[in-house]
């Protein structure tokens, strides 16, 4: 079974600096993808960015990119020029590559228990 | 696109009563989900369905929960009868299917439920 790390309950930072999340997980798995996810307070968790395994280029979106380190089974998410907006919860989410059965669809997602980060106007 | 509608928004029974949530998924997604999430827990897998079948069910409390997926679009969770842990939102999520990566997971914004 998988399982997702986030060490940081609570974290917060100064509009516009930048602050980086903490992510580690623990699989057997060789292919995989990884996902940040935003909770603001209307609890619609939205897709932040993400990670297919394979890939040695960490990815990025706009402000937000990842240092995934595949061997140390890390995946830390840095949101540079922070805004008011990015205060929410942040959950880092596992989910093996390939179903066992297409007709399966996909695979479950994997949370960890998230990050509240606050940024201080 | 519509995105993934549920309802109600809040719930709030006694324990012991049962309680009944519904998910209609984005259109054309073949893939639905129901997570809960307790406070200050990330959220936990219920249930996957594809289409109206049941995929993944193993950490669902059966004695309790049940799930159902009628002509594979919408879906009602149910709660009978209530205990107190069961205070949690419930996430209903859905996704095309088929590769993960091409597939993405879009949520709705959940149900709160208070078990007094």
């Known amino acids: 079974a998988q399982t997702v790390t986030q060490s940081q309950p609570e974290m917060s930072v100064q509009e516009a600096e930048t602050v980086t999340l903490s992510c580690t997980y623990d699989?057997?798995?060789?292919?995989?993808?990884l996902f940040w996810y935003k909770q603001p307070p209307s609890r619609q968790m939205i897709l932040v960015i993400r990670?297919?395994?394979?890939?040695?280029q960490n990815a990025t979106e706009n402000r937000f990119s990842v240092n995934f380190q595949k061997a140390a089974k890390s995946f830390s998410l840095k949101i540079s020029d922070s805004q008011l907006g990015d205060t929410a919860m942040y959950f880092c989410a596992f989910m093996k590559s390939f179903p066992l059965d297409p007709n399966f669809g996909n695979e479950k997602l994997t949370f960890g228990t998230g990050t509240r980060l606050t940024i201080i106007p | 696109e519509a995105g993934v509608a549920q309802s109600p928004r809040y719930k709030i029974i006694e324990k012991r009563q049962s309680v009944a949530f519904w998910c209609n998924p984005i259109?054309?997604?073949?893939?639905l989900y129901w997570y809960q999430q307790i406070l200050g827990q990330g959220p936990k897998l219920l249930i996957q369905?594809?289409?109206?079948?049941?995929?993944?069910d193993s950490q669902l409390p059966k004695d309790r929960f049940s799930a159902e997926r009628l002509k594979g679009v919408d879906s009602t969770l149910k709660i009978q009868p209530a205990k107190l842990e069961d205070s949690a939102v419930y996430l209903c999520?859905?996704?095309?299917?088929?590769?993960?990566?091409?597939?993405?997971?879009?949520f709705g914004n959940g149900t709160r439920l208070t078990v007094t």
């Open positions: 699989t057997s798995e060789n292919n995989y993808y």
């Open positions: 999520a859905s996704s095309l299917g088929g590769s993960s990566y091409n597939s993405p997971l879009h």
């Open positions: 369905f594809q289409n109206n079948g049941v995929v993944d």
């Open positions: 990670q297919e395994a394979y890939k040695q």
């Open positions: 259109s054309g997604h073949a893939t």
